[in-house]
DNA sequence: ACCGTTGATACCTTGCGGATATGAATGATC
DNA sequence: GATCATTCATATCCGCAAGGTATCAACGGT
């Protein structure tokens, strides 16, 4: 049939991204005329042109972004399906949970336990990683459920809220601000968080584009993290050190009291939700005894809501 | 570099519905060996048996189950990138609105015009379609946006709730049924639905599989449609012969009223809700500005709830 | 006016997808 | 239990389309 190849698609978002043929070219490790033919044959059985092109520049047309859109989502779609299904091959698939350490609002290990107590339980195994990262994880094929924060990029993903708590700022006991019982964001101006960003405004919620950098402030800030610290311990060093708050949820900072740092409530720090997450189209009995299970706990906690945190039993350390 | 293309996993997914070579490969267009060596390749290329296979039968493996979703999505995907591309990249693309005719919740007209005096706002094109058909054509291509009726499938959607109204059945004058106030579902045991599907349970929700068949009663009614009616008049038609009873949107029974027949709430009837629906990866000023002007109407409306709607002003017939 | 850049065209080569012929394995039949 | 039919796999050939090289043509900057 006149269908639409996966090559196609990988050329044209190549060109579409570097609006310059020698360049798609080189990047897809091939020469320049068949590339430019290849989009041409693609043009022809669409019957659209996606590309104004001189000799002197590219750009693209309304049909071409149009296009550039889907043809991004179709070509993660097969490699996520390539990747689904090579694990789903593996002798004894596992499930593949992804979250941020410790930020499971403490559920976790109830969750887990509920879990195994489930019919259709493989082993579960753990895919850490930084904030954002879990439902790009879900998508692309590498996890198959996930406990995240919303606001996520829910596209393509089924979420089911667990609970919501507040944040509070992690900041230096020696930081004029710890003298205060409570904060605005506007009086952390100056200070970074962990990932760079400024402390001052909270962009929190869906990320916006997928090549997207953290903003950089104007002023340096005295400690500069190479790479963006996603460790716990990391984050809990530069704090100490001055300069650098974060924002995190209840159920860390009663985790982690520490002698140097303060935990601080702000008034205009939007609380976070905790959700699972699955992709939509996943109709494994897991992945469906995950949901149940971490649905379960969050109801019989919420009863729990009543009485304050610290008067429920801990049962480990 | 190994990557799946679209060929194979057509090849795949036929294989997968058919279980049967030889047949897949007709149904292809194509003679049996090729396709086991294109079957044989992809497996290769994934590392993954997709087929358990003797010569006397073939069944799909736990991998294969898997992939087969996600190349079911992979193409669906593929084909509706091809038909947005297309329609983009027409002179004057339009905004193609999906719709059940008349399931409007009564806010069509003032939708349209709220959204022609926004800045973006190419003209309007109607794809009326029944029930469940609007969700289908937003994931193909076929339709920009659409107002429909939630619950649906809203997978690869986003969905923008509108307005909540009560359904009432819809039967002959005639009907013993029509003496009483009110009704329950249980007292229409035997009737059935315009779509053939019996009138004692609602059937509203999520259509699960995507080849699904309107289950049948197990006694023949007096009147069978061939067809399911989608029709409004086809369906009044039923109606009026007895036997068929349809369960509608306040909204419809107000606009039409119809000497032969009643319209009886019922209290365990769900009601509707409209909703506003869009693609997820749109990006599109047309459609952004058309669900502007859909919440803004439903927001202004919101606030005309105190009153009966008996009480608001009719502006056209 | 000249030169460099960049996309298009022409032509050749090759690898892959498809067809035909045939083999091998398995279940059914008498 | 030998035979046959069914069905998937293998072997081999062929044609086309995707990719490479050489070159042209158009446009912009100096």
Redesign the interface.
């Known amino acids: 049939m006149n269908?639409?190849?996966?090559?196609q698609?990988?050329y044209f978002v190549a060109v579409a991204e570097e609006l310059h043929f020698g360049r798609a070219a080189a990047r897809l490790g091939m020469a320049q005329p068949p590339l430019s033919r290849s989009i041409r044959e693609l043009e022809r059985r669409?019957?659209?042109?996606?590309f104004e092109r001189t000799t002197r520049q590219v750009t693209l047309?309304?049909?071409?972004?149009?296009?550039l859109?889907?043809?991004r989502?179709?070509l993660a779609?097969?490699a996520?399906?390539?990747r689904?299904?090579?694990h789903?091959?593996r002798p004894a698939?596992r499930l593949r949970l992804a979250l941020k350490a410790d930020h499971d609002g403490g559920l976790l290990p109830r969750i887990l336990a509920a879990y195994r107590r489930e019919e259709a339980a493989p082993p579960v195994e753990l895919l850490l990683g930084g904030r954002g990262e879990q439902d790009q994880a879900l998508r692309d094929g590498r996890a198959d459920v996930a406990l995240l924060a919303v606001p996520c990029d829910e596209?393509?993903l089924d979420v089911e809220p667990l609970l919501t708590e507040p944040r509070l700022v992690a900041l230096s006991a020696a930081d004029p601000l710890a003298a205060r019982s409570s904060l605005r964001l506007a009086d952390l101006a100056g200070r970074t968080r962990p990932d760079g960003s400024p402390a001052d405004r909270d962009d929190l919620g869906p990320p916006v584009g997928s090549g997207e950098r953290p903003p950089k402030t104007d002023r340096e800030p005295a400690v500069v993290t190479h790479r963006a610290a996603s460790d716990l311990t990391q984050i809990f060093k530069l704090i100490e050190l001055g300069d650098t708050v974060a924002f995190l949820p209840a159920c860390v900072t009663r985790r982690y009291p520490r002698p140097g740092i303060v935990y601080r409530p702000a008034d205009d720090l939007l609380p976070v939700t905790l959700a699972v997450a699955w992709p939509?189209?996943s109709?494994?009995p897991a992945v469906a005894a995950f949901v149940r299970a971490a649905t379960a706990v969050a109801a019989s906690d919420e009863q729990d809501t009543t009485m304050p945190p610290e008067a429920v039993t801990r049962s480990s350390g």
């Open positions: 269908d639409l190849e996966v090559r698609l990988r669409l019957g659209v042109t996606l047309t309304a049909a071409g972004e149009v296009l859109r889907d043809a989502d179709v779609a097969i996520a399906a390539a689904r299904a090579r789903a091959g698939p596209r393509g939509q189209n109709h494994s």
